[in-house]
């Protein structure tokens, strides 16, 4: 079984960037379809960003061009890269694996998921 940790999180002031990193100390991630979702207070989680095995990415339509992801294959990592952040972004940023080949935000098909990482922006 995987144990995704989250990390990067943290306040920034609007307009600025955060790299969130999603990693499992014991297994490799490279066969696994990862996928970044968030949940703000009183709403439901969403898909931010996924990357499959093969490395194809997919974006939530509002979030591409602002946010990228992608895999760390030395390191067992993947990252978001978050740009132009917003007080909108504010939430718990959560990773979670599956082992499915096209890359979604199907909550069902992800079968495991870290604990999260709190991101605020705030002026």
């Known amino acids: 079984q995987l144990q995704l940790v989250e990390s990067g999180g943290g306040l920034v002031q609007p307009g600025g960037s955060l790299r969130l990193s999603c990693t499992d100390s014991?297994?490799?991630?490279?066969?696994?379809?990862i996928g970044w979702f968030r949940q703000a207070p009183g709403k439901e989680r969403e898909g931010i960003s996924c990357i499959s095995s093969d490395d194809n990415t997919h974006y939530e339509g509002t979030m591409k061009g602002r946010f990228t992801i992608s895999r760390d294959k030395v390191n067992n990592t993947v990252h978001l890269q978050m740009n132009s952040l917003e007080p909108e972004d504010t939430a718990v940023y959560y990773c979670a694996a599956g082992l499915f080949r096209l890359c979604g935000f199907l909550k069902y098909e992800y079968d495991y998921w870290g604990r999260g990482t709190q991101v605020t922006v705030s002026s």
């Open positions: 014991g297994k490799t991630l490279d066969y696994y379809t």
